[in-house]
């Protein structure tokens, strides 16, 4: 971990693992995985989140919304100060033009398609607003177009979606940026000074792409690494020690 105290600035940085690199950082692909989303989520930002203590949604890029009586139409009405990485708006055409190239069956996305089928289409009345308007009720339906992350248009609409090159190189308007990815080796995600909202404490992620269980072992203890998850035999026979409880709590 790297700490530099500046008046009451800290700087950290967390060191952690990937056990697999992913193949790109498209959030919409099916041809991502788990670190694909893992990272992705840190990149992109979604209409809504989760709050940890209440499960509820709350707001992220949209301010807030409603949902119709019978339950067919979504409106969701967006924040105006949310700017790409790239410094370009983020407006109600980036959310549509996200929805529609997971709808387009070209796109290599029919996994994450199946969730928004009974949705007839999304309409952006003005660069605000945006209205998901559904064949038929669906229990799903707030949940998938509130954790919907959000691609920047002016960045997709030209090229080959499935292949793009900012598949590998994402513009995105979430808490973090890809400050650089270098193959086999490591993950960096830097703060995003254009974040909308409370920048985070940390200024770099780290993932370190390391497939040997033992070696990741071997490069935390050595101190490359500030957290990771242990098989079955690390948590019983490898780290049951005081001299690595001296250094690392095990959860």
């Known amino acids: 971990v790297f700490r530099e105290e500046q008046g009451e600035t800290f700087r950290d940085w967390l060191m952690s693992r990937l056990i697999v690199e992913m193949p790109h950082l498209n959030p919409n692909l099916g041809t991502g995985d788990a670190y694909t989303q893992r990272i992705a989520n840190l990149i992109y930002d979604s209409l809504l989140e989760r709050d940890n203590a209440t499960l509820e949604y709350i707001p992220r890029l949209a301010e807030s919304y409603e949902v119709s009586p019978d339950h067919l139409t979504y409106t969701f009405h967006l924040r105006h100060d949310v700017k790409f990485s790239d410094g370009e708006p983020l407006t109600a055409d980036d959310v549509k033009f996200t929805f529609d190239k997971i709808m387009d069956p070209a796109v290599d996305a029919a996994d994450l398609r199946n969730y928004f089928l009974n949705i007839d289409r999304c309409e952006a009345p003005d660069d605000y607003t945006v209205v998901f308007i559904c064949k038929e009720p669906y229990f799903k339906t707030l949940s998938s177009v509130a954790d919907m992350l959000v691609l920047p248009r002016h960045i997709f609409e030209t090229g080959d979606f499935n292949t793009h090159p900012n598949n590998r190189h994402p513009i995105g308007s979430g808490r973090f940026v890809l400050e650089k990815w270098e193959t086999n080796q490591q993950v960096v995600l830097a703060r995003n000074p254009l974040y909308w909202g409370e920048k985070p404490h940390l200024e770099k ?24 998850g242990f098989s079955a035999d690390q948590w019983v026979m490898r780290t049951r020690h005081p001299a690595f409880d001296e250094k690392f709590d095990r959860y």
């Not at 792409?209 to 990771?228: H, K, R, S």
């Open 205 to 228: 992620l780290v993932y370190k792409i390391i497939t040997d269980d033992n070696a990741a072992l071997q490069v935390l203890e050595q101190g490359g690494l500030d957290v990771m």
